[in-house]
């Protein structure tokens, strides 16, 4: 009744343009880039075409890096929202696309624990929250997974988006360590993964923990190839979807929405 009751006051609308229908309305929809195979077998860049390495791949620490959208467009605007503008909702969205990505995943059954890339502890105040949490906690929910915060972050270097990737991994090399001890796979979560500089910190703050194995899923992607929508990656927007995308309403695996229950998205409660 009070999920029913907030949808009713505070209604749900487009995370891409914050005017039409949710998750995303059809004009969103549409610009939406999903990321397929083929893809490099580490970090998942459509990019470079299948491959065991190619030039986007994170540092080593990562052993393999997820994410089932281009940090582009409608989703570049989700993103921001969720980080910026206070819309935890978003969360709901991208963390059960996340989270049906991860099912596709063929390692992704060998994971034990579900954690993520903790923010300054200055920057969440600003904010209020932590976006990578409440990405990670719809990821684990969805996946059957518990979660936990593992790692612990020391000081804030400031934005990374003006630096080189050897800047950030410079700016983020000891910025974290482990809260506890971790044991076998982790799933290590985060908004936007782009060079990779501050979840390779994480992931080996992460082994020196413990963790035998540390594998990445984000919301989003930034890559330094093209991606179109008839180029050679393969990559596909709303008007050309495989069955079981993550945003075209009606082609999701039946057996991913009976699981779901009363998780599905539309239902799920908004952020407070």
């Known amino acids: 009744m009070l999920d029913h009751l907030l949808d009713a006051l505070f209604p749900r609308t487009c995370i891409g343009c914050a005017g039409g229908p949710w998750p995303l309305c059809d004009a969103c929809g549409s610009d939406v880039v999903e990321l397929v195979p083929p893809w490099c077998a580490r970090c998942g860049s459509p990019a470079s075409g299948a491959g065991e390495a190619c030039a986007d791949c994170p540092p080593e620490p990562i052993a393999l890096a997820r994410a089932p959208f281009l940090f582009d467009g409608p989703i570049r605007r989700a993103v921001h929202r969720l980080k910026f503008s206070g819309w935890r909702a978003v969360a709901d969205a991208l963390g059960e696309a996340m989270a049906l990505a991860w099912r596709s995943e063929p390692e992704g059954s060998g994971v034990g624990v579900v954690t993520w890339v903790p923010l300054s502890r200055e920057r ?22 518990p979660t936990a915060g593992l ?22 090399a000891g910025r974290f360590s482990s ?18 500089a501050t979840a390779a910190s994480c992931a080996q703050a992460l ?6 194995r540390v594998v990445v899923l984000t919301a989003a992607r930034s890559l330094s190839g ?44 908004l952020g407070r």
């Open 124 to 145: 969440a105040a600003r904010r209020g929250f932590d976006q990578a949490r409440a990405l990670a906690l719809v990821v684990g929910a969805r996946l059957d997974l």
């Open 151 to 172: 790692l612990r972050r020391t000081g804030d270097p400031g934005p990374q988006a003006r630096r080189g990737r050897e800047e950030r991994r410079a700016a983020m």
């Open 179 to 196: 809260r506890t001890r971790a044991s076998g796979r982790v799933l290590l979560v985060d908004d936007v993964l782009t060079t990779g």
């Open 207 to 212: 082994l020196d923990g413990g963790a035998e």
């Open 226 to 269: 093209a991606l179109t929508r008839s180029g050679p990656s393969r990559a596909y927007t709303r008007g050309g979807l495989a069955p079981g995308s993550v945003v075209a309403p009606g082609n999701r695996s039946p057996a991913v929405d009976a699981s779901r229950g009363r998780n599905d998205p539309r239902k799920a409660t």
